[in-house]
């Protein structure tokens, strides 16, 4: 069954178990009342066959009976019962009476009086058998007294107790159901006024809602949805970050390309034609490196998308970048090696960002290491961590610019280069993340810059939560 509201759905498993105790109350009210009348009706019974016993004497050696009209007139109850009699001797001599009243069964026990169910005429009857001894008249000793009465009494009795019963029940039930549904009413009130606040248009729709005045049961609920709104809001920061930062760093190298464009275009010579293309090539492809690292920015910020949690192994993912970046350092003449101790380097991570991680740190290093120099990527397990380092001998960094190179869009514009200004800040990003750490410093000989990331280890008990 299908229940589109809660309190119906609520009053419906309330109140249908207190309608089958109303019902188990109306049978056991029935089997009450059937037990009254009987009894009622068994006390009647007696009552005429006693009067009837104690009226039988023996005359001159022969019993007389004789049926005063009281034993009769008894189950004068208004409901038109007929009453039938008889007395029989021990030998089944019919003294009075009718003469085929049915006799009690032989099986049952010899118990007196005798209660028991029959049919006379094609009426049903309540009936009664009470052996009774008579004075001087030992051969017929003792005689038993046979009373039916039919059931009209006894049914309007039952009946009359039955309704009685119902209505009480009936009442109790209507009266619980009001009494359920002003509880409910009251009671979903607080629901009401959670979904008011919700649709509330005076209200920020990502303002979390207060749960400080929310009932327990409801606390959750409030809870859940204020870590939607807070995922929404993250989600809704990022992209609002990405278009600022799309819009503010694709206008400069589109009017640089429209210039180069033009340049070539009206270019008279060859040569100057040529110059403007390939500087238009070049412009195409920073610009193409910046909208990726524009893309890969917006998917490593918090909130951009949902974390994965991968046993990623660094080492492998490192010579794989390490991998295609060799031909760039071979055209630029620079010496690229990678430096693994031979443990296993696991973290858990998002194996796609940590990819990226490594690419833009052996990017910034290729990039800004001048040709004959040398690039090194090592990587190293201690008892907690690993610890990625990219080390070159370029010009480093001015240790006044340290705190300010992962900024987004930050260069450091004594070193030149064609770099975007993104790669350290998707560095920052992915490193926090991952739960890990960033730092800066020069190397050993003072030339140069060696960046180290420090992700925490994988101890293989995590359980890994990957995300299509």
């Known amino acids: 069954m299908q229940v589109k509201s809660l309190r119906t759905y609520l009053l419906f498993w309330l109140l249908a178990p207190l309608a089958g105790v109303v019902l188990v109350n109306v049978f056991s009210g029935y089997r009450a009342a059937s037990h009254t009348a009987d009894m009622v009706t068994d006390r009647t019974l007696v009552a005429s066959a006693t009067t009837i016993a104690e009226e039988i004497f023996v005359v001159d050696g022969v019993i007389d009976v004789q049926v005063p009209p009281a034993a009769i007139e008894m189950f004068n109850t208004g409901h038109g019962d007929l009453v039938f009699y008889s007395v029989q001797t021990r030998n089944g001599q019919l003294l009075t009476g009718s003469p085929d009243i049915p006799p009690p069964e032989a099986s049952k026990p010899d118990r007196h009086p005798l209660f028991y169910q029959g049919s006379y005429r094609g009426r049903p009857l309540r009936l009664v058998a009470l052996t009774h001894p008579i004075v001087g008249a030992d051969e017929a000793n003792p005689v038993t007294v046979l009373v039916g009465q039919t059931l009209n009494s006894h049914d309007d009795m039952v009946r009359d107790l039955l309704q009685g019963s119902i209505g009480q029940q009936v009442v109790l039930l209507g009266v619980a159901a009001i009494l359920v549904f002003i509880g409910f009413r009251r009671g979903l009130a607080p629901v009401m006024r959670l979904r008011d606040a919700v649709l509330d248009d005076k209200r920020d729709a990502l303002v979390p809602l207060p749960t400080t005045s929310v009932h327990t049961e409801l606390r959750p609920l409030v809870e859940a949805l204020n870590e939607y709104k807070r995922r929404v809001r993250a989600q809704m920061d990022a992209q609002r970050r990405f278009i600022s930062n799309a819009a503010h760093q694709i206008k400069t190298p589109l009017t640089l390309l429209a210039t180069q464009a033009a340049f070539a275009e009206r270019a008279r010579n060859v040569a100057d034609r040529k110059e403007g293309l390939a500087a238009l090539q070049t412009g195409v492809r920073q610009f193409a490196h910046l909208v990726n690292q524009l893309l890969t920015l917006s998917r490593a910020e918090p909130g951009a998308r949902r974390p994965r949690h991968e046993r990623v192994d660094l080492a492998a993912v490192a010579r794989r970048v390490l991998e295609e970046f060799s031909a760039v350092a071979l055209a ?52 907690e961590a690993c610890v990625l380092a990219v080390a070159d001998n370029g010009p480093g960094i001015p240790p006044e610019e340290t705190s300010r190179v992962f900024e987004r869009f930050y260069r450091v514009l004594a070193n030149g280069g064609e770099g975007s200004g993104l790669g350290l800040a998707i560095v920052r990003e992915v490193v926090g993340a991952a739960g890990g750490t960033v730092t800066l410093s020069p190397p050993p000989t003072g030339h140069g810059l060696i960046v180290a990331v420090t992700l925490p280890r994988s101890t293989g008990h995590e359980h890994e939560y990957p995300t299509a």
């Open 332 to 383: 630029r003449d620079i010496d690229l090696g990678f430096d693994a101790s031979g443990e296993p380097t696991v973290v858990i991570g998002d194996e796609t960002m940590l990819r990226e991680m490594i690419v833009n740190l052996v990017d910034n290093a290729l990039r800004y290491t001048p040709a004959g120099g040398t690039v090194v990527v090592g990587l190293e397990r201690t008892s």
